[in-house]
């Protein structure tokens, strides 16, 4: 049940006939694992956050860098060279002390996987790399969690959700080749700082769409757009 204050805090929310006091109710006793806080895991985890989101898991091993600030907005100046997991989890209290934040600081991986994910009803994959990816994708299959998947070139953003009630997976969508992991990850050949905050503002609203089961949800479907020239398509998958 929701007490006062989540009343008070979520009523713009609740106000909502598709969520109402019964899907805030299933926000708040959602458990999320974002795997990854950089660009695409920033507006995830504060979105997340804001929405009430119970119980959010955070995979995240690296360290601020300077060339990151520009488009991590959870990170400043004073941040560099410390913990993104650290920060994140002290920024969402502070935002939201209703929900729960646990940390991973970690790398995933096949041998972590698993354990990590069994605890979680829906993971996003908010990463950079394809080795985890994939991973995030097979656990995921096998555990018949729906995955949100975010990626983002240059000026180009897509989402989609994987593995939801049938739904196609990453690797049906983007099948295994050896050769796409030697790709230059979008921190290595420029990004639009904006472009994440579009691309993980709309993979949150996916993840909160299945948590209350309301709203068309981007399975079997991937969104693709361009914030330079404005162009928004969704194209079906299979």
Do not use: W
Not at 107 to 132: H, P, Q, W
Not at 145 to 171: C, L, R
Not at 198 to 209: F, L, Q, R
Request: hydrophobic share 40%; net charge neutral; charged share 20%.
């Amino acid at each position: 049940m929701l007490s006062g204050r989540e009343r008070r805090r979520y009523e713009k929310q609740i106000m909502l006939p598709d969520i109402g006091e019964k899907g805030q109710e299933a926000i708040k006793s959602g458990k999320v694992l974002v795997v990854g806080a950089g660009g695409l895991g920033c507006p995830v985890l504060q979105y997340l956050s804001a929405a009430g989101t119970g119980y959010i898991g955070i995979v995240e091993f690296d360290l601020v860098n300077e060339t990151n600030i520009h488009r991590q907005i959870l990170y400043g100046s004073k941040d560099i060279g410390k913990l993104k997991s650290i920060i994140a989890k002290n920024i969402l209290e502070k935002l939201n002390d209703l929900n729960s934040v646990e940390i991973f600081n970690l790398r995933l991986t096949d041998a972590n996987a698993v354990k990590l994910i069994s605890s979680f009803d829906i993971v996003v994959d908010a990463t950079d790399n394809y080795e985890a990816r994939y991973t995030i994708d097979s656990v995921c299959a096998e555990q018949g969690k729906p995955m949100i998947h975010g990626a983002i070139y240059k000026n180009e953003g897509q989402v989609t959700v994987f593995n939801y009630k049938g739904g196609p997976s990453y690797s049906s969508y983007n099948p295994f080749d050896g050769n796409k992991l030697k790709n230059p990850a979008p921190s290595e050949v420029g990004l639009f700082g904006m472009l994440p905050g579009v691309t993980g503002t709309i993979m949150a609203a996916e993840v909160i769409k299945i948590m209350t089961g309301v709203g068309d949800v981007l399975s079997g479907k991937v969104m693709i757009f361009n914030i330079m020239n404005n162009t928004f398509k969704t194209i079906s998958l299979g």
